[in-house]
């Protein structure tokens, strides 16, 4: 690796093969990038997985599996409301534990960064600072429950569920109280502690 003009950054020099080096000019005429920003970008991805022969893992080893947002998305909308819940916050504290590994845990942009690059949702942040995540990411309970975890390093009330809000008056106020809704888009969640102003 050798020094570029700019101190801040470094030039690598690498051999491929022929048939990788003409699959990388068909994806950046596809994409309609430079052959060095399609390679700048799954390099970028190195920060939160590791790429290895046979298998994609996480940066605390643990196995992954590549599988269609849409599909995904079914699998957790079919669940129920408690399930949603439960797989929000798991699905947030990993989020957590890459960031924690990169020494950024108190950093929530860097998090943010992480669910874009990850494919959960795009990151969209309007002038107030607030994040706006698409209602295409999962449904409702699921994604509160990623977030609460996510901006506030805790776990969503279990008890949240529709079922239970719907006879308890205390508890439905509570509730509201948490998730103040943000009304931003039709096309996606927000809610008062969703800012970045609280990083």
């Given amino acids: 690796m050798s020094r570029g003009t700019n101190s801040d950054s470094s030039v690598l020099t690498i051999r491929i093969d022929k048939e990788l080096s003409e ?3 068909k994806m950046k005429s596809r994409l309609g990038v430079s052959k060095a920003d399609l390679i700048r970008n799954f390099l970028e991805l190195s920060k939160y997985i590791i790429k290895q022969k046979n298998s994609l893992k996480s940066l605390n080893d643990r196995d992954f599996i590549i599988v269609k947002r849409s599909f ?3 699998l957790i ?3 129920n ?3 949603q819940i439960l797989l929000g916050d798991k699905l947030a504290r990993f989020v957590i534990d890459i960031a924690r590994i990169s020494g950024k845990v108190d950093d929530l942009n860097y998090k943010i960064d992480i669910c874009d690059n990850l494919g959960f949702f795009p990151k ?3 002038e107030d600072n607030y994040v706006l995540v698409t209602k295409k990411f999962g449904p409702k309970k699921f994604v509160e429950a990623f977030l609460f975890r996510l901006f506030n390093g805790k776990e969503m009330d279990n008890n949240y569920i529709e079922e239970n809000l719907k006879g308890n008056k205390s508890l439905k ?3 509201k109280n948490e998730f103040t809704i943000v009304q931003r888009s039709e096309s996606h969640f927000s809610y ?3 800012t970045l102003n609280q990083s």
């Fill in 77 to 79: 909308a079919s669940s």
């Fill in 124 to 126: 969209f942040i309007d």
């Fill in 81 to 83: 409301e408690l399930d």
């Fill in 23 to 25: 699959h990388i000019e």
């Fill in 72 to 74: 995904l998305r079914k």
């Fill in 173 to 175: 106020q509570k509730y």
């Fill in 192 to 194: 008062e502690f969703t």
